[in-house]
């Protein structure tokens, strides 16, 4: 079922982020990024084709699980957050599933950053008021810590990727991260920690992004303040 774009969510996803008592990690040995959540509206069956041509990415590679080839439809629906499809060109983490987000600059705070990655990467300009608030930092295995900032949009907006970063940005439905299989959790014999799978669509999003995902559900829609900083990147995401 889907959940309402309303003020209503918008004031419980603030009160929930305000009562948080955000980890915030300090790692000199790291760079910072940020990453912006995008809370939307969306429409069911607005995404019934996806725009990639994921056969075609798909060609002569094993497919990661039985059945999941990639797409992403069937998601939108309600209140959505914004989920970008890396371009093949990018010397890191191509193709992979983002948020709009990237380094902080120097002088920048991390909701300045955020903002401007969102507007460079998929052409949507809002204002710092915008902003509910923060999630926890998360420290990737390629040498970042990220801080995620949810943001209210305000309505479907009119994403623009810019072709050399994303390919695609995509409405996924908030209801998506609440279903029966999600998160899951499996060991790889490079870690004692688990990695972290949040199935959307026909894909599996993994952590940086899995693990934001996840405490997106938990905290902002449920009110828990479970932490997600040691849940694992899978190994071909650790450079």
């Not at 008592?21 to 040995?29: A, F, G, K």
């Not at 987000?101 to 909701?111: A, F, I, K, S």
């Amino acid at each position: 079922m889907t959940i309402s774009y309303d003020d209503g969510l918008r004031e419980r996803v603030r009160e929930h982020l305000t009562r948080h008592d955000r980890r915030v990690l300090t790692d000199p040995t790291k760079r910072h990024a940020a990453v912006a959540v995008v809370l939307v509206d969306s429409e069911v069956g607005e995404d019934r084709v996806d725009p990639v041509p994921v056969d075609e990415w798909n060609a002569g590679r094993p497919l990661p699980d039985f059945g999941l080839d990639g797409r992403m439809v069937d998601v939108s629906g309600g209140a959505a957050f914004l989920l970008c499809r890396r371009a093949t060109r990018l010397s890191s983490h191509s193709a992979q599933w983002a948020l709009p987000g990237g380094r902080v600059d120097p002088g920048e705070t991390v909701l300045e950053a955020a903002l401007r990655e969102l507007d460079e990467e998929v052409g949507i300009r809002l204002p710092e008021s915008s902003v509910l608030g923060l999630l926890d930092d998360y420290p990737t295995r390629s040498g970042y810590v990220i801080t995620p900032v949810v943001v209210w949009g305000g309505g479907r907006l009119d994403p623009r990727p810019a072709p050399d970063e994303v390919v695609a940005a995509y409405r996924v439905g908030l209801h998506n991260l609440q279903r029966d299989d999600s998160p899951r959790f499996i060991t790889i014999p490079e870690s004692p920690r688990p990695v972290v799978q949040v199935p959307l669509g026909n894909d599996l999003i993994h952590a940086p992004t899995g693990a934001v995902l996840l405490q997106l559900r938990w905290l902002c829609l449920e009110g828990r303040h479970d932490p997600v900083a040691d849940l694992e990147q899978p190994v071909f995401a650790w450079k």
